[in-house]
């Protein structure tokens, strides 16, 4: 006879559901010049909205992503029915007029001043106007030169994803005459002057947060050059290009420093007889990566590169050059010259006791179609420097650099470099 099994009972463990509130108002504190919809639009978050951490956190640094406050602070108070989810943000100086000064030490320099309004009627839109007057008596394009520069730009024109960008710019240059014999400068000069004007628009279509993805836009771009004096060869004329863009964008703003990666692509095309005096087709590239690394805050590597050749053109002057303060920086201005370049840096920032005042060495290469000591083979040129990078975070965009570079093939020794954004 079988006796009887016992009931089987299985036992089943519930773990308790974690139910997160929702966000029943959403207050900005702060915010005394930048609108309400700029933040709401990069915090991505409405009444209604489950309170995620996560999703918060995100929102907030794509809203200290706009570069337009030293601080953003995230902080939820539970009321009845959820949370009020609070925004704090610290805005920066956004209207400013700055003194310009770039020197080296070939005896180079300009000066001028800036006018840079960053948060203009609080929408994030962007107006910089500049003026500078500069030497130049070891360059060979220039010896002299007065610009005027007018940028604006409007992203999310209308709460749209689409940006307005308009650029206008007038040159005024004394440009030396090169001996084609010696292949050296003369002591003979003429006046040239460039005019620039470009309006386009882009697209964004980067939808998460914090943002990252691409932005594709196209312009048209519309250039003219007049030459005069008693020895001034035919003026250019004018061109008028179609211009496309693509930018790749996934940086985060971290106040001193920045991590992410970012690229940008630029073509433009003109053709003769199409509201231009001759064809041409210029091509560029920048590509622009900063990591963390250690336990440093604000203590990054950067790895930067970029490249460009023009096909065309009217053959009077070279397209690119490098050296200076800007690139290439073991170098006199414009030591790299031609109708190519490439150039790549590998830089490391480390504070040094302020977050803002961060020490910088780095090593540069690049070359060009042509160059002071007269090899037209493209070979590369390096050098290595040190320097310091100071960030002033009380205001949109403002950084000053200088130091010493020293160059590892050719060049006149040590070089002194000054210049700043």
């Known amino acids: 006879m079988h006796e009887p099994q016992p009931d089987t009972v299985e036992a089943r463990i519930v773990e308790p559901r974690i139910v997160e509130p929702r966000i029943v108002e959403i207050r900005l504190v702060g915010n005394e010049k930048t609108r309400d919809k700029v933040i709401l639009r990069e915090l991505d978050l409405a009444p209604g909205d489950i309170a995620d951490p996560a999703a918060i956190e995100d929102g907030r640094q794509a809203v200290l992503d706009l570069g337009l406050f030293r601080e953003v602070k995230a902080t939820t108070h539970a009321v009845d029915g959820g949370v009020v989810l609070e925004l704090a943000v610290r805005e920066k100086y956004h209207l400013l007029v700055l003194p310009r000064i770039d020197a080296s030490s070939d005896s180079d320099y300009s000066y001028g001043a800036q006018l840079r309004w960053s948060n203009v009627w ?154 231009s005096d001759y064809d041409y087709t210029r091509s560029t590239a920048s590509y622009f990566q900063s990591r963390a690394i250690g336990n440093v805050p604000h203590q990054t590597v950067h790895v930067l590169g970029s490249a460009g050749v023009l096909t065309g053109g009217t053959g009077s002057r070279n397209e690119f050059s490098l050296g200076g303060s800007g690139q290439m920086r073991g170098y006199d201005s414009d030591f790299l010259e031609g109708n190519y370049y490439y150039y790549g840096s590998l830089e490391y920032l480390r504070p040094v006791k302020w977050d803002w005042l961060r020490l910088l060495a780095f090593v540069e290469v690049g070359g060009s179609g042509d160059d002071r000591e007269g090899l037209r083979d493209g070979s590369p040129y390096a050098d290595i420097g040190v320097g310091v990078r100071i960030r002033l975070s009380w205001f949109v965009g403002v950084e000053i650099e200088l130091g010493w570079a020293y160059p590892l093939r050719g060049g006149e020794g040590a070089n002194f470099f000054a210049g700043g954004n």
Do not use: C
């Open 122 to 275: 609080g929408l994030n839109h962007r107006l910089n106007l500049t003026v500078e007057k500069g030497k130049f008596p070891n360059e060979r394009d220039r010896l002299e030169e007065t610009s005027a520069r007018l940028g604006y730009r409007a992203p999310y024109i209308f709460d749209s994803p689409y940006e307005l960008r308009v650029r206008l710019e007038r040159r005024e240059r004394v440009t030396p005459i090169i001996d084609p014999v010696t292949n050296e400068v003369s002591d003979d000069s003429f006046d040239e002057t460039f005019d620039h004007f470009e309006i386009g628009a882009a697209r964004d279509l980067r939808g998460n947060r914090p943002r990252s993805g691409w932005i594709l836009g196209g312009a048209l771009f519309w250039q003219r050059q007049d030459t005069e004096g008693e020895f001034a060869p035919p003026p250019d004329g004018q061109a008028l290009a179609l211009v496309g863009t693509a930018d790749y964008d996934d940086m985060r703003f971290h106040v001193y420093s920045e991590t992410g990666r970012r690229f940008n692509a630029r073509v433009e095309l003109a053709a003769e007889g199409v509201a």
